[in-house]
């Protein structure tokens, strides 16, 4: 239980605040905003198994910076804002401020897993990904180019990407138990269909003269990312760093610009 819920702690920041989580489509470009001031109500209604109506009861909220584990090398205030709900029976789902569930848990586990497929193969555990992803977080896994499954001693995991090669791309991440039990989902979404030209300068121009004045004199590449959260155009750089002396290491790093 403890390497679970070390597993679960280490994936709900990574898809937080790294993958990044998955999405069922775009929902704004760098040109527009996404939807902001959202109250979070009391209840909130997917659906179980079944198909049926499944309701989850508001208990509380988190804020993490959007910076943790990197550099901040400015521009905006960045935090991932989350509302936790759940049911009557202790299953818990977190949603977004666009009110997106973005990551689903299963308290008890492999004893009374909910969704539970009917053997531990890729195949009969991927089907009840499909209806999970649906049912609980209107995600179709259509949306994923590539999906990759992993199984160990005491997980089996789905990742899944929308398009590994874009740098704004919305992902899944699912655990299961030995025995084939759902136990946790975790959705990102960029938030973005595209990135404007000027955006795209203006990050590169940030992350460059941030190395600059920083005296970085390695030879190094950077990979960038973005994400879109409430009215803030969220930009993550991967820097790889490759020294003839000192070898090769990478360091991040993370900036932000308001979307007025």
């Known amino acids: 239980m403890l390497k679970r819920v070390g597993i679960l702690m280490l994936a709900a920041m990574f898809s937080a605040i790294v993958f990044g989580g998955c999405g069922a489509g775009a929902e704004g470009t760098a040109a527009g905003v996404s939807e902001t001031?959202?109250?979070p109500p009391e209840e909130i209604i997917t659906e179980n198994e079944q198909g049926e109506p499944q309701t989850w009861s508001y208990q509380y909220s988190t804020?993490?910076?959007a910076d943790i584990g990197k550099t901040n090398i400015g521009g905006a205030a960045l935090e991932n804002v989350t509302y936790y709900y759940t049911d009557q029976n202790g299953y818990e789902i977190g949603v977004d401020t666009a009110g997106r569930v973005v990551s689903y848990y299963d308290a008890e586990g492999e004893i009374t897993a909910r969704w539970q497929a009917t053997s531990n193969t890729e195949e009969s555990m991927f089907v009840v990904l499909e209806?999970?992803?649906?049912h609980i977080a209107n995600v179709d896994l259509n949306h994923f180019q590539q999906i990759t499954f992993l199984t160990g001693n005491s997980s089996n995991e789905f990742y899944c990407y929308e398009d590994p090669d874009?740098?704004?791309?919305?992902?899944?991440?699912?655990?299961?138990t030995p025995n084939g039990g759902l136990y946790a989902m975790?959705?990102?979404?960029?938030?973005?269909?595209?990135?404007?030209?000027?955006?795209?300068?203006?990050f590169s121009e940030q992350i460059t003269t941030y190395l600059q004045r920083n005296g970085v004199t390695a030879r190094h590449t950077i990979h960038t990312t973005y994400q879109l959260v409430e009215d803030t155009l969220i930009a993550r750089f991967t820097v790889t760093y490759n020294d003839p002396e000192q070898g090769a290491w990478v360091e991040n790093y993370v900036a932000g610009k308001p979307i007025e």
């Open 37 to 39: 001031g959202f109250e």
């Open 63 to 65: 804020k993490i910076p």
């Open 131 to 134: 209806q999970a992803a649906e």
């Open 166 to 176: 874009s740098p704004y791309m919305d992902t899944l991440t699912a655990y299961f």
């Open 186 to 202: 975790f959705f990102y979404y960029s938030g973005l269909d595209a990135v404007s030209d000027s955006d795209v300068d203006y």
